[in-house]
T-cell receptor
């Protein structure tokens, strides 16, 4: 089982719709969770971090964490063409270790 | 203007050559990281350093070397022993301590290395 898994295949959503991305992780001891956005040819930029079970909202983005089920998700509301990018899920297993494990990413395409 | 800089943006290497990628940060971060990204793949950790004059191997350290002589700088050398070095190389940094928010990694713009 891979350390961090993101469901494969590009996600196409109409402009204004909700994009939903999921990520599962294998280590039950994982402590912190991150979503990064990466435009083609660019470096990842942080969208959200989440540390506790539940929802965390920041503008049009909502991260959801469920440690019991070992998944973290990202919702993008009112999707815009500028949201078209690859979204990377990253997990830090231990405080103080700071080694992130990354999923392969989910490509999102917002159709105008 | 705080941030992480990487140079060069593009680098071409002939087979058998060593090349060094630069990474500099002015965020006063203690920890720095090097990742490699291949097309359609996630990021894989090459080396990391949590303090000056100390560094550890990541998951794919073979064929690479690093140094950490200054807090601000963490250069990566891709040696001729790295058989498939063509990739996008990303440098990142964070505060390097425990606690909420302190482990958030921020990335530089990357260096795209191509072997000719």
């Amino acid at each position: 089982q891979k350390e961090v898994e993101q469901n494969s295949g590009p996600l196409s959503v109409p402009e204004g719709a909700i994009a939903s991305l999921n990520c599962t992780y294998s280590d039950r001891g994982s402590q912190s969770f991150f979503w990064y956005r990466q435009y083609s040819g660019k470096s990842p930029e942080l969208i959200m971090s989440i540390y506790s079970n539940g929802d965390k909202e920041d503008g049009r983005f909502t991260a959801q964490l469920n440690k019991a089920s070992q998944y973290v998700s990202l919702l993008i509301r009112d999707s815009q063409p500028s949201d078209s990018a690859t979204y990377l899920c990253a997990v830090n297993r231990y405080y103080g270790n700071n080694r992130l494990a990354f999923g392969k990413g989910n490509q999102v395409v917002v159709i105008p | 203007d705080g941030g992480i800089t990487q140079s060069p943006k593009y680098l071409f290497r002939k087979e058998g050559q060593n090349v060094t990628l630069s990474c500099e940060q002015n965020l006063n971060h203690d920890a720095m990281y090097w990742y490699r990204q291949d097309p359609g793949q996630g990021l894989r950790l090459i080396y990391y350093s949590q303090i000056v004059n100390d560094f550890q191997k990541g998951d794919i350290a073979e064929g690479y070397s690093v140094s950490r002589e200054k807090k601000e700088s963490f250069p990566l050398t891709v040696t001729s022993a790295q058989k498939n070095p063509t990739a996008f190389y990303l440098c990142a940094s964070n505060l390097g301590m425990a606690g909420v928010g302190a482990d958030t990694q921020y990335f530089g713009p990357g260096t795209r290395l191509t072997v000719l």
